[in-house]
């Protein structure tokens, strides 16, 4: 069983920079492919970047390439997303996921994705 815990988020001016992070407990024999979502009130779900294990896929919405980076740190099994330039459609709660993959795929669609955290609040506001 995979756990995922996020944390790192707050509040923020815009303009302003945050970086989320997940503890992921996998397993080192495998690989999986971790993704970063958000979810806005009254909004479904929605993809913000993704991540193969070993950093060689990378898929970023085109409402964050540019701003947001994705990185996995393989030794201690932490996912982070750095959000640089931050604005106000940011706001959202954000979850990490995962799912046990192909060493080189990297997802972007939710259903796609089997383990879950519950999220870490990241408000842009002045």
């Known amino acids: 069983q995979v756990q995922l815990v996020e944390s790192g988020g707050g509040l923020v001016q815009p303009g302003g920079s945050l970086r989320v992070s997940c503890a992921a407990s996998?397993?080192?024999?495998?690989?999986?492919?971790m993704g970063w979502f958000r979810q806005a009130p009254g909004k479904e779900r929605e993809f913000v970047a993704s991540?193969?294990?070993?950093?060689?896929?990378?898929n970023y919405a085109d409402s964050v390439k540019g701003r947001f980076t994705i990185s996995i740190d393989n030794a201690t099994k932490k996912v982070y997303l750095q959000m640089n330039s931050l604005e106000p459609e940011d706001t959202a709660v954000y979850f990490c996921?995962?799912?046990?993959?192909?060493?080189?795929?990297?997802?972007?669609?939710?259903?796609?994705?089997?383990?879950w955290g519950r999220g870490t609040q990241v408000t842009v506001s002045s």
């Open positions: 996921a995962a799912v046990e993959t192909s060493s080189w795929r990297a997802p972007i669609q939710t259903n796609e994705y089997i383990y």
């Open positions: 996998v397993r080192t024999s495998s690989s999986y492919a």
């Open positions: 991540s193969s294990w070993s950093g060689s896929t990378r």
